[in-house]
């Protein structure tokens, strides 16, 4: 976290008695203001229509910290404190008054405050009012000061390759580029953050870091929860635009770049960005082989029913939306030359998990007979996102005895054993990199398009017949077997984090 403390800061959510308001930001500046890293004078305004009273703002917003912080509930003399600077902001995204009284607003604070305050404008709204918004900011000169001004914007950041470029036109005809901040709330991760440690600061790992080494990556993020009440936004979405083409290819990008030049956005976003260029791109065979989709239907999942996707509310009874992907591709560069990454994700799977697995080779030759080594599977470095938050290194050891017997055994990192430090939530993470105007962690304009570039061939091609088999996977199961069959002819199955003993994973011996 940071040590520089700002000035002053307005924050202006628009959205503000929205539910990821609710759930994630109020709580995550809450958490920014009891550590000390708010400005000693911010204001944070909540833009919504209807009329509400103060009072009644407050308690909403209270509710949602008592329910959702990472630190219970709030402590009342620190959020008595905290609302003091927290305002309910009636008003009409698209109504020109609403900008002129922010503009008044804005500027008061200013003038009390004796600083040009930076200015944080937080999109939280559906994709239809980032055009209203961004136009009345301009038109109002809200966004005007480029160094100090900014914009967030939400996912989904388009819908295919055409309508993220329009999206990144529109915001850039308003705004400069540095000043828009696209968020992936994955990169706010702690452990998705310490990857960049764990590969950049320790030399252990580079010189294996290639395809002379590595035989194939996984990387998996599974939910146990259905869509929930999200059926209307997911009808649109699927698990490909929801997940894939921004989380998953997200954290391939991390494990997958080369080294930047330096911690500078534009250096760090740069490699990420030549990751997805060298995605080799998906032909219409690729597609029919590589690429599995999925939807659940009814049965059980942690003991309750569960209704099939097709059952949830607002969802069409025959829709043929995915809730399921998993996907081979390959990485055109030198390093990745021929290393097959396998992604995958998934509502109502078996365990809510969130996994990177980097499987080596086998050794060139092996020393001992299958007597003294009946498990021959390959060295792996599992690293658990969430929840457990640890990295593993499977390899092999002698058993103690007069015998020699050899077998797999497991050496842990875990963020349990090792810090008493809380761990932030992602969201605190990133508005503070927001506050501070470090862009590192937010998706630039062509990273976003790449990203789609990669998995825009895959949507053309679903929306054609044939129409698929849904639903094809029992809530609580680890997806279709077409799934596990993906990655069969590695000689493997989907690696998960070993619970009790070795991971549970099995290979063939290498060829
Ligand atoms: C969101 C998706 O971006 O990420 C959701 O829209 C998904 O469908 C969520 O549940 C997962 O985030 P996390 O942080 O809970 O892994």
Redesign the pocket.
Known sequence: MKEKKLAAANIVIFGGKGDLAWRKLIPAFYHLFIGGFLPDKFAIYGVHYEKMKEKDYELHLLEGINEFSRTGKADKKQWAKFVESVFYFEGDFTAEDTYRRMSDRLAANDKAWRVRAVRVFYYSVAPRFIEPISLWLATFHLASDTNNDRIVVE?PFGNDLPTARELNKLLTNHFKEKQIYRID??LG?ETVQNLMAFRFANIVYESIWNNNFIEHVQIT?A?N?G?GS?GNY?EQ?GALR??IQ??LLQLLCVTAMEPPVTLEAEDVRSKKVDVLKAIRPFTKKDISQQVIRGQYGEGKLNGKKQRGYRQEKNVNPKSNTETFVAMKLFIDNWRWKNVPFYLRTG?CLAKTT?LIVIQFKQVPHSLFSSKVMSDTRPNQLITSI?PEMETTLLFHAKEPGVQLRIRPVEMDFTYKENYDTPVPE?YETLLLEVLEGDATLFMRADQVEEAWRVVTPILEAWKKPPAPRFPNYEPGSWGPKAADDLIKPEGCTWTLLPENGPAKTSTKKAK
């Open positions: 996912k709330h994955y991760k993020v939910e929860i869509v999200r997911y979405a929801d997940m921004n989380h509502k969130s969430q992602a």
